[in-house]
């Protein structure tokens, strides 16, 4: 990988030329919290993050496809770039027990519900 690619990947920063994508997602609810499910082809660990400020979840990832110098390209569909999602959470989530983890270019961010939004099941008695 060039010189300049790695500062670009260790920085973050998508240069002006280079696109930012705006990936696809699954969002799903259980009982006891809310997943994102993130499809950023070319992530890993070093490469991507998610932050939440203000009940915005935002998601950032950076990827470039290493391309060896001894190859000639004869067509290219994936390119370097930034992949960006802002989400508003709603007041009833445990903002601070939020985890993520990526594998394989697939973020999924667990966000659990505050315990008194939780459903539980009444006890009837006769």
Known sequence: MSENKAIQ???RQTPE?????VPRVDIRETPDHFEVVVDMPGVDEKSVEA???NRVLTIEGWSCPDRPDEYEALGQ?????RYR???TLPDSIASEHIQARVKHGVLAVTI????EVKARKILVTG
């Open 9 to 11: 990947k260790e920085s």
């Open 17 to 21: 030329h280079e696109p930012v994508y």
């Open 51 to 53: 932050t939440v400020h």
């Open 77 to 81: 569909e994936f390119g370097c770039g």
């Open 85 to 87: 999602r802002d989400f």
């Open 112 to 115: 659990p519900k505050k315990e």
